[in-house]
Nanobody, 126 residues
Framework: QVQLVESGGGLVQAGGSLRLSCAAS????????MGWFRQAPGKEREFVVA????????TYADSVKGRFTISRDNAKNTVYLQMNSLKPEDTAIYYC???????????????????WGQGTQVTVSS
């Protein structure tokens, strides 16, 4: 079992930056591929970025490429999402997720993730 807790969300002006953290407990994150998803009001949950177990492979949604960076510190059991050049359309609740089955690849499919955090709100003002 893995428990995930996101932090780092908040209110920021357009063009600003935030760094989200996802801390895991109950099991070492080094065994899990990880992902970040987001859900804006009235919209479906959407894929943002994923990273494989070793950190050697990352996959980004087109909407965040060049602005967001995912990283992981397996020794600290933490995954990070650095978000730069934020836009109002990035406003959403951001969730991190961990997969038991994915090892060497990444996945954009939320169904492949077994554990989810409670989410952290990111609001970008124009």
């Amino acid at each position: 079992q893995v428990q995930l807790v996101e932090s780092g969300g908040g209110l920021v002006q357009a063009g600003g930056s935030l760094r989200l953290s996802c801390a895991a407990s109950g099991r070492t994150l080094g065994r899990n591929a990880m992902g970040w998803f987001r859900q804006a009001p009235g919209k479906e949950r959407e894929f943002v970025v994923a990273i494989n177990r070793s950190g050697s492979i990352t996959t980004y949604a087109d909407s965040v490429k060049g602005r967001f960076t995912i990283s992981r510190d397996n020794a600290k059991n933490t995954v990070y999402l650095q978000m730069n050049s934020l836009k109002p359309e990035d406003t959403a609740i951001y969730y991190c997720a961990a997969s038991q089955s994915i090892i060497s690849r990444t996945s954009l499919n939320p169904i492949e993730y077994d554990y989810w955090g409670q989410g952290t709100q990111v609001t970008v003002s124009s």
